[in-house]
């Protein structure tokens, strides 16, 4: 098969862990045959810094003649302490997402059997977790009406919804839900917000139609502390956009690292693949990052770009030798620490010899 990426590095360790998900793109397409064109595009910091916009028009023309994008990460910390700043790498991320119709982000929470005596939770409660939360992406506060008034003293973002909006992320839900363990937890804030209220009238609408699923409603500020205390209870979440981007990092840590999980954003045009943490300024050029969730958002890459699952596996395969094996960077190794190039070379070799 044809196999036609983008591939967005970004910012801060985004080159570097990009560069290993592409090593183990590159094995795959070999031990496959399958015919892999890729080409590099700038985005965030490093596309303001060359071009002065974070999200180019050449980047945004070449991830809609993709069959599918690979990003590392964005952000640099010259823009966090200045609110001021007129362009910042993020926007680059949120017009990308917005251009390409991501309106949802799938982020598959699973715990590693060798970390779980890295996890901030006791194994007898994240032992089995298995659950994945899908985040709204395109809409919400990050995209209503916001500004300032009364001379700058006053701001305001507002949080907007549509019907459509909801019904088309409810709708990925109920088909997650279905092909797991059909359970869909609709997570809002329904005691409080009127765009809450229309998205659990919306999902109430919807619930019949799916007579197979069972279908649960929580508040955000239950479902953080669920989050913790009982993660196995989770099937299938959907909430919207910044409950969802809050949620998902509380969920990403009890595995034991951030460093692990991978995400899928999936909409109107081209999917996007990119790990769930952030662009880690501070380990940038050292080789130490772990590249773990960027190989595993290139496996997501094949199973839900490509539809090619043995292709996903191999790669999931080798994140699971790698870890039995202890090749693993030092933000989860025991003894020896091994380097983010290290880590990416034995992951394509394992693939290689599979
Ligand atoms: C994420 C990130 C982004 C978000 C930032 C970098 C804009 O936190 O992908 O979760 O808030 O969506
Ligand atoms: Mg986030």
Do not use: C
């Given at each position: 098969m044809k196999l036609n990426l983008a591939v967005l590095p970004g910012d801060g360790i985004g080159p570097e862990i990009t560069e290993q998900a592409m090593k183990a793109v590159k094995a795959v397409a070999v031990k496959f045959n399958h015919e892999l064109e890729y080409k590099y595009a700038l985005t965030g910091a490093a596309a303001i810094d060359k071009?002065?916009?974070?999200?180019?028009?050449?980047?945004h023309e070449l991830c809609m003649?993709?069959?599918?994008?690979?990003?590392?990460?964005?952000?640099?910390?010259?823009y966090d302490n200045n609110p001021k700043a007129t362009v910042r790498p993020e926007q680059g991320l949120l017009l990308m997402r917005k251009k390409l119709g991501l309106y949802a982000n799938i982020r598959p929470v699973e715990t590693?059997?060798?970390?779980?005596?890295?996890?901030?939770?006791?194994?007898?409660?994240?032992?089995?977790?298995?659950f994945v939360a899908i985040r709204e992406l395109t809409g919400g506060i990050y995209f209503g009406e916001k500004g300032r008034k009364d001379d700058g003293n006053t701001a305001f973002d507002t949080c907007?919804?549509?019907?459509?909006?909801?019904?088309?992320?409810?709708?990925?839900?109920?088909?997650?839900?279905?092909?797991?363990?059909?359970?869909?937890?609709?997570?809002d804030k329904a005691n409080v917000l009127e765009s809450s209220r229309?998205?659990?009238?919306?999902?109430?609408?919807?619930?019949?139609?799916?007579?197979d699923v069972k279908t649960e409603y929580m508040f955000v500020d239950n479902a953080a502390m669920q989050i913790i205390q009982w993660p196995k209870n989770f099937d299938v979440m959907v909430t919207e956009n910044m409950f969802g981007d809050i949620l998902t990092d509380e969920a990403s840590v009890i595995t034991g690292s951030l460093g692990l999980l991978p995400s899928a954003s999936m909409g109107i045009h081209?999917?996007?693949?990119?790990?769930?943490h952030g662009s880690y300024p501070q380990a940038a050029g050292k080789d130490i990052a772990n590249p773990i969730a960027t190989i595993l958002s290139a496996a997501m890459m094949f199973e839900y770009a490509f539809n090619l699952m043995d292709e996903g596996k191999l790669i999931r395969d080798a994140v699971n030798a790698s870890l039995a094996?202890?090749?693993?960077?030092?933000?989860i190794a025991e003894g020896k620490a091994f380097k983010t190039s290290e880590v990416g070379d034995w992951i394509a070799?394992?693939?290689g010899k599979a």
């Open positions: 071009v002065g916009e974070p999200y180019p028009d050449d980047t003649k993709s069959d599918a994008v690979l990003f590392g990460a964005i952000g640099d910390p010259k590693f059997e060798s970390l779980l005596h890295k996890s901030p939770l006791r194994r007898e409660l994240v032992e089995g977790a298995d907007t919804y549509t019907r459509a909006e909801i019904e088309r992320i409810l709708k990925l839900g109920y088909e997650f839900a279905l092909k797991r363990n059909k359970k869909l937890t609709v997570v229309l998205w659990r009238e919306v999902a109430q609408e919807m619930a019949p139609n799916y007579p081209t999917s996007v693949f990119e790990p769930i094996e202890k090749v693993v960077t030092e933000d070799n394992y693939i």
